[in-house]
C-alpha cells in the first residue's frame, strides 16, 4: 500500500505563494492518478487538481483555476501542487490521494490511498 507523506503548508499572507508536495513510498506511484483535496474548518472535503498518471492531463476545481498547479515527477515519486495569489478562503488541509484508473474524479470515495494532510493558513 502507498504511504503519502504531504509537506510545504504554512502561513502566508493573502497574495503570497507556497508549494506543497506529496512524497510517495513506492517506486510505482507512476501507476496512480493523483489529486489534491482540502478541507476547511466545519466543511466537506473538496477537490482541488487532478493529474494523471503521465502528468499529461490535468484538471482544476473553478475556485482554483488560473492559480494552482499541479505537477508530478515520477522519477522522485513526488506530486506538487503549486498555490499562487492565494486568498483567505483557501485556508484549510491540504490532502494528496492516490487512486488507480484513467479517469480524473472530482470525489474523494474515488481515491484509495491518502496523506495526513498539511495545513494551509492565508492571512487577509
Known sequence: QV???ESGGGLVQDGGS???SCAASERTVSTYRMGWFRQAPGKEREFVAAINRSGSITYYADSVKGRFTI???NAKNTVYLQMNSLKPVDTAVYYCAAGTGAV????PRAYD????GTQVTVSS
Open 71 to 73: 505537477s508530478r515527477d
Open 113 to 116: 490511498h491518502w496523506g495526513q
Open 3 to 5: 504511504q503519502l507523506v
Open 104 to 107: 480524473l474524479p472530482t470525489t
Open 18 to 20: 507556497l508549494r506543497l
